[in-house]
């Protein structure tokens, strides 16, 4: 779905109970999102914060993968090592 946030196309997870506008996109630390997922190529560090780093070019390498896909299923894992699969 196009983003009006961010003014281009991401992909949006749905059927999460009390939720909505999930977005996958590029961002780095905790002020680049409310609740969505970003995606890097490494974890480290901006200005002393814990940071997706290198988003872009795995934002880009994404979409550019998943192109002409509509759906597809989602696993996330914490840090803690529990998962959710989302559909």
Do not use: W, Y
């Amino acid at each position: 779905r196009f983003s009006p946030e961010h003014r281009l196309d991401v992909f949006e997870i749905e059927h999460v109970q009390n939720r909505q506008h999930i977005e996958i996109h590029h961002g780095n630390t905790t002020k680049d999102t409310r609740g969505c997922i970003l995606v890097g190529m490494r974890v480290g560090t901006l200005g002393g914060v814990q940071a997706v780093l290198d988003s872009d070019l795995a934002f880009a390498r994404l979409m550019t993968a998943l192109h002409g896909i509509d759906s597809f299923p989602i696993q996330i894992i914490d840090v803690e090592g529990t998962q959710e699969v989302l559909a």
